[in-house]
């Protein structure tokens, strides 16, 4: 089959080219240079697998911006997407390429890769196990994931998330953190049947997707750790009051309202899901310095949210919208953000901004100093 007319297109400076049949989205360039950044901090020669890798331009952003990519091979069930990748790499001259047509499930058995990428359409959870059977020989291994179910993770299709990832949304205003610690619950499961211990080294949400990668690191008793940090996220809906924990509480510990899930009317939660940390600290740091050596298009955006996924480590698996708590406790007007972590932080607890909302913050406050401040600050 001949490759249709061709598309020349142009990302942090490396040309490609793409058909109306192969799919590329500019909107994930972000997406692809956090992720390129995350690569080059792994400190081992990688041989990568860019499953559904469509055009090929996110493998191969990866292997001429990292020196540590050895070898990388674009996988694609569609033949027109192989001769795209195959083109792509040769005309950017990957010295080390491989492309194969065929379905994930059939090709999992037989090869191998220190670092996969998996980027499908939706969710990415019937995928997971034929994933880590990529790491069968090795002891450490690096995954990479993409969700763009994200209606089914934030609550929108309960049912859908039981089905796909065996835990409860919920539709709150953090609902996006909700989203990505169940898809990180279902990773972590998934590695452990294969004895793999899961360390979360980036995770964030963006736009219309989820976003994580993983170090797996081959242990039965690291593979038991990583499931022990998962629990719920209790949420109440008459106060805004919201807790972690191994199982969900009987009622609101602020006001008492009880445990009604879906009513909407009282104490409600989502779970099971990962209440591990989301960065690690040393590979934010290092992504960082990265991006000051690298001239990407979306540099000064990416700066800015590795601080604010900084900032994120250590604190509580869920964070406060100003504007709902407001709304729900009656607090009127809505103070200044600068103001009110001013207040949190005068009270003697960490306070940040999160990289998940613009008006919501991340503190280890009690629940009763949090509205304090809120009052406190207007």
């Known amino acids: 089959m001949a490759i249709g007319k061709t598309i020349s297109l142009e990302e942090e400076g490396i040309r490609f080219a793409t058909t109306k049949d192969v799919f590329y989205n500019p909107a994930m360039r972000f997406c692809r240079s956090m992720s390129s950044l995350a690569v080059g901090t792994i400190e081992q020669d990688l041989e990568l697998v860019d499953a559904f890798s469509a055009s090929g331009i996110r493998g191969i952003r990866y292997a001429k911006e990292n020196k540590n990519v050895k070898k990388l091979t674009s996988l694609d069930i569609e033949p027109e997407a192989i001769k795209v990748a195959k083109k792509n790499a040769k005309a950017n001259k990957i010295k080390k390429f491989a492309a194969i047509r065929a379905n994930i499930s059939k090709v999992a058995f037989e090869n191998v890769a220190d670092f996969l990428e998996i980027d499908p359409f939706g969710t990415p959870s ?22 763009t179910d994200v209606a089914v993770l934030c609550g929108g299709k309960t049912a859908a998330c039981m089905k796909n990832y065996q835990a409860k949304p919920l539709n709150c205003t953090f609902t996006h953190e909700i989203g990505l610690r169940i898809m990180l619950r279902r990773i972590v499961d998934v590695a452990a049947e294969f004895n793999l211990g899961t360390q979360s080294l980036v995770s964030f949400s963006d736009q219309h997707y989820l976003k994580t990668i993983v170090k797996l690191v081959r242990s039965a008793e690291l593979a038991y750790e990583s499931q022990k940090k998962q ?20 009622s609101c510990q602020f006001c008492n309202a009880p445990l009604s899930p879906h009513l909407k009317n009282g104490l409600d939660y989502a779970g099971p899901l990962y209440l591990g940390e989301l960065q690690d600290k040393e590979t934010i740091r290092k992504m960082t310095a990265l991006n000051k050596a690298r001239d990407y298009a979306d540099s000064e955006k990416i700066s800015h949210f590795l601080s604010l996924l900084d900032g994120e480590i250590g604190l509580p698996p869920h964070y406060y919208n100003m504007h709902e708590l407001c709304k729900l406790n009656s607090i009127q007007p809505v103070p200044k953000m600068v103001d009110f972590l001013f207040a949190l932080q005068g009270a003697g607890y960490t306070a940040k901004r999160t990289h998940f909302s613009p ?3 991340k503190t280890d406050a009690p629940f009763e100093t949090v509205l304090e401040c809120l009052k406190g600050s207007k």
């Not at 019937?126 to 969700?147: E, Q």
């Not at 629990?231 to 924990?245: D, E, M, P, V, Y």
Request: glycine letters at 4%.
């Open 126 to 147: 019937p995928y997971l196990a034929d994933s880590v059977r990529f790491f069968n020989p090795k002891k450490t291994a690096y995954l990479s994931v993409t969700a």
């Open 231 to 250: 629990g719920h996220l209790s949420f109440c809906n008459i106060c805004g009051w919201r807790t972690a924990s191994r199982f969900p509480p009987e």
């Open 359 to 361: 008006i919501s913050v």
